[in-house]
């Protein structure tokens, strides 16, 4: 080859590995891009309906960004879901619509552009939706969470009374227990236990003669969990929030069939209710007692027993109580609450209104309740324990929460499915809360009812 066909094939060869490099660059882009623009996936999607509200969540692999709005007539939730294609999985929500959700009459999803999915929510009425997200916690990844609440909320008393299940004491009657307003006047606060005010009912084989007035007794019974909640799961599958809720119910029948005793759930099926508006819910229908109930866990399969703990005010009264209300505190977190809307000023209050008083009655429910309990089951512990339970924080309600057994111990966990030993515990529980009133009659109010 000669000197000047040489120099002319150099630039040649230069503009080939150019061309080649540059190709080989263009391929690595190509190869690399789709990888960091992949769309988010929707891995689970959930429809939680109640009378409260309804809650539609969708589970996925990635934070994503939404944007809704409402439309009337008829009334619609639109909501744009972007960097998400259709997937099967999202595809399946159109079918867990329920005919008798109380909110929504069905959803249609589809591809409104590239990387946008519309929802369109077809509404039964008019709503107040809270649109949010849920950081990954326990088993979920990242959350997407529609809750849909009516814009004039059931209020409790008068959806029990249509429902037949907020009997009155005197024939005819069915107004509920709070003080009744003129148009021009405020409602009437709840007045706060006062000792020095004389009984005006008892639970006793030997009514006093000398009272003359009688007031329904009204016990809030909280199941707790529910909805995106499970709470603790036993090795055979069986969650805490479906068998608290049947023992609930089992307790609440009992109880009515009692005279001049009737029973508010703060959850009657399979819905998340947020600590505070349990505490709320009671408040509501100024309850009497309030009893939360639970099925305990533990890292070890061996534990065991059944116990009952009480609001502390100074710390938690063991170790392992303490470990027990952060876990149970922590219900919120799994359960999905809305922290822009979530009411920071009521749980201040709550907190601050607790008093030595209410915590005595507390711990007088709960001996009387935990001796009855060691009578079907072995206790965990002998003596009502005391940690800082969320729940427990009504400032003027005497408030307990049940551990019933240790879903996490596999023998226990099959007696708490157990038909028969969820009858003697509601048995049981109803005992204790009986012993109760015969040593603590209800005080006065300002209205019978």
Known sequence: ???????????????????????????????????????????????????????????????????????????????????????????????????????????????????????????????????????????????????????????????????GEWPSANPGEIAPPVAQTKPEQKPTPPLQPQPEQPPVARIDPKPDRTTTLTRMITIALDPGHGGEDPGATGRGGNREKDVVLSIAKRLKAKIEQQPNMRVMLTRDADFFVPLGVRVQKARKVQADLFVSIHADAFVTPTARGSSVFALSEKGASSTAARWLANKENSADLIGGINIKSHDRQLASVLLDLSTTAQINDSMKLGSAVLSEIGGINKLHKGAVEQAGFAVLKAPDIPSILIETAFISNPEEEARLTDNAYQDQMADAVLKGIKKYFAHNPPLARNRLT
């Open 1 to 163: 080859m000669s000197r000047s066909t040489e120099i002319c094939t150099k630039p040649l060869k230069s503009k080939i590995r150019r061309t080649i490099l540059k190709a080989g660059g263009t391929l690595l882009i190509s190869v690399l891009a789709p990888l960091s623009a992949r769309a988010a996936q929707i891995v689970a999607v959930r429809v939680w309906p109640a009378d409260d509200y309804t809650r539609v969540t969708l589970e996925n692999d990635a934070e994503l960004k939404t944007t809704h709005f409402l439309v009337q007539n008829p009334d619609r939730m639109v909501v744009d879901i972007e960097g998400i294609e259709l997937n099967p999985t999202l595809k399946e929500l159109v079918a867990k619509i329920q005919p008798n959700d109380p909110y929504i009459k069905q959803v249609r999803v589809g591809q409104n552009r590239p990387n946008v999915v519309r929802l369109v929510f077809d509404l039964k009425e008019e709503v107040k939706p809270q649109v949010f997200t849920l950081a990954p916690v326990g088993g979920y990844q990242h959350r997407l969470v529609f809750d849909l609440y009516p814009v004039n909320p059931p209020d409790p008393i008068q959806a029990m009374i249509e429902k």
